[in-house]
């Protein structure tokens, strides 16, 4: 009788301590302080709202949503240690942010058989080796910088080969489409006469001056916002906005650039696969409900936190409506049968497409557009397309 009463007790005691089988368990690991914070700050948000809000609306019936959130201040030390501090929480899918960290947790993804989804969009997060388990929400920063090269291409009228420098963060972040976009700009006959990584209150007159003296028309972003404003601040004090068109992709873009650069954003173009709120009713209905303010509802950052968490919810939810268990594995399962030709697409208000994924594709939103700053308003320009450029210099792995 003894025996059986401490088994019961130790049963009871671990249970205390743990989640429950049916919990759905998210891990988000990401920069809330450091670099790249201006991004991050707001995609935890987007995590931890949208969490909230399938519990709040039963989105997963009869499944609790666990959201487990740490900063790591853009330390890939920290996201390692966070990350295997999640497992013993019991975590069943993982959200990370930087991409160096990323990349390095490929080989722990593969040993723990745990999907991770990413707010980096490097495409090597996808690419073998070691890609299994890895998936991007939205297209790559390889895609999106090459669809910028298309519209210099299809777009610039000097008769001569357009000459393009790049202003990239000084990260595996900023460095992951150089090498991509230099291999479109030699097929779509575009010279790339620089690429500079910036540093932190970086004066960028200087460089500005040498790139119009030496011809450069176009000035490609691949950074988080704050190093773009003030280019573009610079930019206009020299008075070279009308000589210059400047462009970036997803983390250069949206409301926080016109905050942040005021009417020197104005002509800014941008690429991403989000819509832009206050397009997004469900975004601001979230927002709304829980206490947030308006510049982080209106952020296309707090759109990547929204969408990251609305995916895992949505594979939960699939495993649920087939009987089984909330798992890592049936969470993969279901990741990967999120298609045309399996159990359908997952239908967003979040993007331009809708989240698709199989054994082949681990691009959820395939589809991106191009936005313009337009009087202190990101305005689409395009319909959703696909970059061919793309496709022809990183063909599918």
Known sequence: MR???WMLLLAGALAFGSVQAQDLVLGWSGAVTGPTSDAGQFVVQGVEDYCAYAN?????????????????GYDNDN???????FLDQGMQAFISYATGATLQLKVNAMEEEMPVLSASLHIANIDPPDNAFNFLPITSYSEQVVALLDWIHANDTSGERPQVAMLIHPSAFGRAPVEDAKKAADLLGIDIVEVIEHGEGLDYTATLQRWDNSGVRYVVGQSVQSPIA?????????GLKDRMTFLGAHYT??????NLAGDAAEGFLWTTSFKMAPNIPLQSEIGQRYGR?????ADVNYSTGLLQAAIYV????????????????TIYQHMLMMNADQEGVFQTPFAVG??????????GVDALHLLQDQGGTFVSISEPFNSDTFRTVHPAQ
């Open 3 to 5: 025996k059986i009463t």
């Open 56 to 72: 709040d609306e039963a989105l997963v019936p009869g499944v609790t949503v666990t959201c487990l959130t740490k900063d790591d």
């Open 79 to 85: 996201t390692l240690r966070n990350f295997e501090g």
């Open 230 to 238: 003030a280019m573009l601040q610079a930019a206009q004090a020299l």
């Open 253 to 258: 873009g949206g409301s926080t650039l016109v």
């Open 293 to 297: 303010s308006e510049e982080t509802i």
């Open 314 to 329: 949505e594979a939960a939810r699939r495993a649920v409506a087939a009987g089984e268990a909330v798992s890592k594995a």
């Open 354 to 363: 809708a989240v698709s994924y199989s054994q082949t594709d681990r691009v």
